[in-house]
């Protein structure tokens, strides 16, 4: 009796190897779920957006800054930690995951992340869902581990952020990439195990009710190698500094003792009115830089062609959001002035297929900002099919990454994160 007692103990349903698995299974499915409504939610926001702005264009003059104002108050009084991407926030709640969950991590900081998300779409916001995705399934794990009475470690953070990158592009691998290159500093085989298997249940889910869709549509054209060696270089270089100035200018923004800076940081309520100004007035001048940028990315990829201007316009419309402190992430937004960037760099070749140039484009621009070529690689080769261009993508994204490194030393992500820890 007393061995069964043991092996009902160690093997049975309370035991902690099950707790452990009911907590991964049910924190992926939750967060997967809560990733889509995300999504649509946002989608749902940006379509509003435009539609009241095909009615009264001049009304996101008077409306943004204004609610950029607002949002920016109600923020630093309700959930402070809820303010920028929400990947700096979850790479410093691996530092100490349990007192996360008081900030960071919390139910609270993690429901104004998703609400003023949404708001700042409904008044044109240049910002991403993707960032908030990864501190809204971090948590969403998180409590899923505290509600089954097992430990919360740094790997559940890791796991759920990861998670929720696969669910919000619909990229399980680009998920796997993104948890090693960015969000884990030491990364071993027990984490190895929870996030890949996140990540595969949250993407399941995902795939269940989404559909098999690629994010950007398919890519099917190539470049010779002669031609794609070319293009790579003068792509990686181009977006290399461009998204190394990106990447500059928000960590001066968020801890340059300029004084300049550093004024406008103790005004945030002024700054975020005088960045909502920005964009309004990009917005209503071009009609392209509003939101997170999908559709027009999406459209050039597919060949239409931008002006040659959208690019340095989302740009700026992208960087004013940014150091408003707002949430939002700059994911999509960044991708979207990547595929500008691409745009101009194919009238330097005009006999090569336009959709490999504007990838290429896209690739170097992100990971310039972000510094994280693996991920970069593998979000745009799932998002866009673009398989065949696997060797091009990532000799950008190097050579990206090492110019970028010229302009801006420090990663954006790791510099961002000081501020929370």
């Given amino acids: 009796m007393d061995r069964i007692k043991l092996l009902t103990r160690r093997h049975g349903p309370a035991a902690p190897i099950w707790r452990k698995r009911a907590a991964i299974v049910s924190g992926a499915i939750a967060l997967g779920l809560t990733a889509l409504l995300f999504a649509r939610l946002a989608d749902e926001a940006n379509a509003l957006f435009r539609q009241f702005v095909r009615v009264w264009w001049w009304a996101p003059l008077i409306a943004t800054p204004a609610v950029f104002g607002g949002l920016v108050w109600i923020t630093r009084r309700v959930a402070p930690a809820a303010r920028g991407s929400g990947i700096p926030q979850i790479m410093a709640a691996r530092l100490d995951p349990n007192g996360a969950m008081n900030s960071l991590a919390s139910a609270r900081t993690a429901a104004v992340k998703f609400l003023v998300t949404l708001v700042a779409l409904l008044v044109g916001a240049s910002v991403g869902r993707e960032g908030p995705t990864v501190q809204i399934s971090a948590t969403i794990m998180a409590y899923a581990h505290r509600l089954f009475r097992v430990p919360i470690r740094a790997s559940v953070m890791v796991a759920g952020g990861a998670a929720g990158v696969a669910a919000a592009f619909n990229t399980p691998l680009a998920g796997v990439t993104f948890a090693i290159e960015e969000l884990a500093a030491a990364y071993d085989q027990r984490m190895t195990l929870l996030v890949m298997t996140a990540v595969l249940i949250s993407g399941m889910v995902s795939l269940g009710i989404a559909g098999d869709y690629v994010y950007f549509g398919a890519m099917g054209d190539t470049l010779p190698i002669g031609r794609a060696i070319v293009v790579t270089l003068v792509a990686g270089v181009t977006g290399g500094l461009t998204g190394g100035l990106f990447a500059r200018a928000m960590l001066a923004f968020a801890g340059s003792r300029w004084r300049p800076f550093a004024a406008m940081r103790a005004h945030p309520v002024a700054l975020a009115i005088g960045a909502g100004l920005v964009v309004a007035a990009l917005g209503c001048s071009t009609q392209m830089t509003w939101g997170t940028g999908y559709q027009p990315a999406r459209m050039i990829i597919l060949g239409h062609h931008a002006p040659l201007w959208f690019g340095a316009a989302k740009f700026l419309a992208t960087l004013a959001t940014a150091v408003s402190g707002m ?21 330097l070749f005009p006999a090569s297929a336009a959709g490999p140039v504007i990838l290429l484009g896209m690739i170097g621009y992100f990971t310039g900002a972000v510094r994280a070529p693996l991920t970069a690689v593998v979000i745009i080769s799932e998002a866009t099919a673009s398989h065949s261009l696997l060797l091009p993508l990532l000799a950008t994204a190097l050579v990206a990454d090492a110019t970028s490194s010229l302009v801006c030393r420090e990663r954006l992500y790791h510099g961002l994160s000081r501020s929370f820890t």
Avoid at 327 to 347: N, Y
């Fill in 327 to 347: 949430p939002g992430g700059i994911f999509a937004p960044s991708l979207a002035t990547g595929a500008g960037l691409g745009d101009m760099l194919r009238t």
